[in-house]
């Protein structure tokens, strides 16, 4: 069964700077990859979607990924107080597309 | 963008009681997602549907039953809540099992 893991559990940062997220996977057959940020009491909000080896930009939010790692990263360029979230990993395996795996999540705090 | 809501958004509920959960979806999504969302355990997958009158099993379905009486809606049912089943709920849509799932805002459940 799909692990996926994400760190660190809890990451601080200054306004400005850059954050950078991470998870990894336990199935390498997994193809669709998904980074959602939730706000406290708050539904998830989808960051941006990855489906192949590389990088994909979506305004402050790129997200990185390496399948033969088992890797994918999300980093999130001048970083502001609105963004202090919960970031999850999403990952879905093969032709079960339907069947999101979801990390543990990673929050996020930005200070002024 | 997709739209779900979902009701109650808060509920309290005795152990042994009947609970129905339900989500609506405004935008014609086949597909439909129960998840559960628990401290150290991420979002888990209770139960899913293809379409109106399909329901399938996700990772953790015992205690939970699913009802998809239409395109719009779907219902998730606790016959005889149980303490453990105290957790925040999130339903989710999305047109194919390939896409972005949108979340709805949540319902948190207490069982006494």
């Known amino acids: 069964q799909q692990k996926v893991q994400q760190s660190p559990e809890s990451l601080t940062v200054s306004e400005g700077a850059m954050a950078s997220l991470n998870c990894t996977f336990s199935?390498?057959?997994?193809?669709?990859f998904r980074w959602y940020r939730q706000h406290s009491a708050k539904g998830l909000e989808v960051l941006v979607s990855?489906?192949?080896?590389g990088e994909k930009e979506e305004g402050r939010f790129t997200a990185h990924l390496n399948r033969a790692n088992l890797h994918v990263s999300l980093h999130i360029r001048e970083p502001q107080p609105s963004d202090s979230a919960v970031y999850l990993c999403?990952?879905?395996?093969?032709?079960?597309?339907?069947?999101?795996?979801f990390g543990g999540g990673t929050r996020l705090t930005v200070r002024p | 963008e997709a739209a779900v809501t979902q009701s109650p958004r808060n509920k309290v509920a005795v152990t042994g009681g009947k609970v129905t959960l339900s989500c609506n979806q405004t935008?014609?999504?086949?597909?439909m997602y129960w998840y559960r969302q628990d401290t150290g355990h991420g979002l888990r997958l209770i139960h899913y549907?293809?379409?109106?009158?399909?329901?399938e099993k996700g990772d953790i379905p015992d205690g939970y039953k699913a009802s998809r009486p239409s395109q719009e809606n779907f219902s998730l049912i606790l016959e005889l809540a149980t303490p453990s089943q105290t957790s925040v709920y999130f339903c989710a849509s999305g047109p194919r099992v390939q896409d972005t799932q949108y979340f709805g805002p949540g319902t948190r459940l207490l069982v006494l």
């Open positions: 199935d390498g057959t997994s193809n669709n």
């Open positions: 549907s293809y379409g109106a009158g399909s329901t």
């Open positions: 999403a990952v879905s395996m093969g032709n079960a597309g339907a069947k999101l795996t």
């Open positions: 935008n014609n999504h086949n597909n």
């Open positions: 990855i489906f192949s080896d």
